[in-house]
């Protein structure tokens, strides 16, 4: 059974810091990875979709990178901003089964 | 539509009613899923819809909940006899293909309250 893990569970930082939020799953055999970011009292917007055949994923100032064969992705974040304090998700997905999240990092960046 | 949409986003209802929600995916998508999330905690999976294909149904919690899809577009999730621990944001999503393939796009969410 797939097992996702995020850490850290919280994060609190400084304006422009760089960052990285980690996600690890127990079954490497996926057939992909999804980061999500959710607002309080929101649905989910996905951030970025990486293939298992791939190595990492840009969109503007994040970064997703996918090790499959250690059950590891990272999402780096450049120059934190106040906007992008929110809920951070990865979810796993394997073939012919459901998408399994992990319990997310809370981050809030500080002004 | 242009995203994925659920009503209602607020559902207030009395133990022991039933309840009724619905999901809008996004116009071609085949696949088309369940999850909601209590206070605190994850998402937890309750149904996954893939074309024609019988639903996989391992997430539902009780025989109180079902999930119907008509035609391979609209979804709606029942809830029978409610309890307050059926209370949480009840979230739909959709991708074009099914897992593995695809990027999954979520509603806004239908928040059930049970008084």
């Known amino acids: 059974k797939q097992e996702v893990t995020q850490i850290p569970a919280a994060l609190s930082v400084p304006e422009g810091e760089n960052l990285v939020l980690n996600c690890s799953f127990t079954?490497?055999?996926?057939?992909?990875l999804q980061w999500f970011r959710q607002d309080p009292g929101k649905g989910l917007t996905s951030l970025l979709l990486i293939q298992s055949s791939q190595r990492e994923q840009t969109s503007g100032r994040l970064n997703a990178s996918l090790d499959k064969s250690s059950g590891r992705s990272t999402l780096y974040i450049a120059a934190s901003q106040p906007g992008d304090s929110a809920t951070y998700l990865c979810a796993v997905g394997n073939y012919g089964q459901n998408f399994v999240f992990g319990p997310g990092t809370r981050l809030s960046v500080l002004p | 539509g242009a995203g994925v949409s659920q009503s209602p986003s607020n559902k207030v209802t009395e133990k022991g009613k039933d309840v009724e929600l619905r999901c809008d995916p996004i116009?071609?998508?085949?696949?088309l899923y369940w999850y909601r999330q209590s206070l605190g905690q994850g998402l937890e999976f309750l149904i996954y819809?893939?074309?024609?294909?019988?639903?996989?149904k391992s997430g539902l919690p009780s025989d109180r909940f079902s999930a119907e899809r008509t035609g391979g577009s609209v979804s709606t999730l029942t809830i029978q006899r409610t309890q307050q621990e059926d209370s949480a944001v009840y979230l739909c999503?959709?991708?074009?293909?099914?897992?593995?393939?695809?990027?999954?796009?979520f509603g806004q969410g239908t928040r059930l309250t049970v008084v």
């Open positions: 116009s071609g998508h085949t696949a």
């Open positions: 079954d490497s055999a996926i057939y992909n």
């Open positions: 999503a959709s991708s074009l293909q099914g897992i593995g393939n695809t990027e999954a796009f």
């Open positions: 819809f893939q074309g024609n294909s019988a639903p996989d």
